[in-house]
């Protein structure tokens, strides 16, 4: 059933590629006006350029925004305020994870450290921050969902401490911001993808070895592509998900039930 987001305004950060501009689009065609935030400008205006040719000139904004940077988040949010683009719904998805550079705790640097928890935990941090601003300053209510993973949940992660760490620090994060703004009508949820194949991935990690070992790991015995999340992603800005808050959704292929 189409049009389940008609009526709202979504961001979705990190949504020049990969699971996030899958999120983007699929909000669109669901019916939200949708702000495709992203570090790189041209893959964000591109991405909302060819969302805008599938459905209407308004319903795709792209926005430059770099999320480890307090400055450029506000400055992010103040903008759509001006335009009468306060989101509804914010999907806090940008990251990183330094393949080649992060490691187990005792070779991790500090550098790559440093690096990591600025845009996985920070930058995350600084998303929810101003979006419950922006939503509280618009009446309250909204929904805030944070892009997880399985590394913040169990030992898939041994062999990247930071990109680990910063999970786990974002999962209790939506916690807090769900349990501290329930009453405002502000709901925060956490979607842990599995292992996805998205076009980094495949060109940083993907070696078939490798690739290989994780679907052995998984249960349903495939990898999990950008468009097996963006369901419950529409679920949860939209008003079905109204009594789901402080809730973590894994969409791993079981991996994380094992």
């Known amino acids: ?19 996030g501009r899958a999120i983007a689009d699929r909000f669109v065609a669901e019916g939200a006006r949708v702000v495709y935030a992203d570090r790189d400008a041209a893959a964000a205006t591109a991405a909302a350029a060819s969302a805008s040719t599938a459905a209407t000139a308004d319903s795709a904004i792209a926005l430059t925004v770099d999320i480890a940077d307090e400055s450029s988040v506000a400055a992010g ?23 080649g550079h992060d490691a187990k705790v005792a070779d ?13 935990l920070t930058g995350t941090f600084l998303t929810v921050k101003h979006a419950v601003r922006a939503m509280l300053a618009a009446g309250g209510g909204g929904s805030v969902i944070v892009t997880g993973s399985p590394t913040g ?9 930071a990109y680990s760490s910063t ?11 769900a349990m ?6 502000i709901r925060a949820n956490t979607v842990v993808p599995g292992y996805t194949e998205t076009a980094l991935v495949q060109a940083i990690s993907g070696d078939p070895e490798s690739r290989a070992a994780i679907v052995s790991r998984t249960p349903l015995g495939r990898a999990g592509t950008p468009d097996d999340v963006t369901g419950i992603m529409v679920y949860l800005a939209s008003d079905e998900s109204s009594y789901a808050t402080g809730a973590l ?10």
């Open 1 to 19: 059933m189409a049009g389940r987001l008609t009526g709202k305004t979504a961001l979705v950060t990190g949504a020049g590629s990969g699971i």
């Open 153 to 161: 949940l169990n030992g898939e992660g041994a062999d990247f401490a």
């Open 167 to 177: 999970k786990g620090g974002v999962h209790a994060l939506v916690r807090a911001t």
């Open 180 to 185: 501290a703004y329930a009453r405002d009508g």
């Open 249 to 258: 959704f894994r969409v791993d292929g079981g991996m994380t039930s094992l």
């Open 108 to 120: 991790v640097s500090l550098e790559t450290w440093n690096r990591t928890l600025a845009v996985n």
């Open 77 to 99: 949010f103040a903008t759509l305020v001006a335009r009468g683009a306060v989101p509804d719904v914010v999907v806090a998805n940008a990251g990183v994870q330094l393949f």
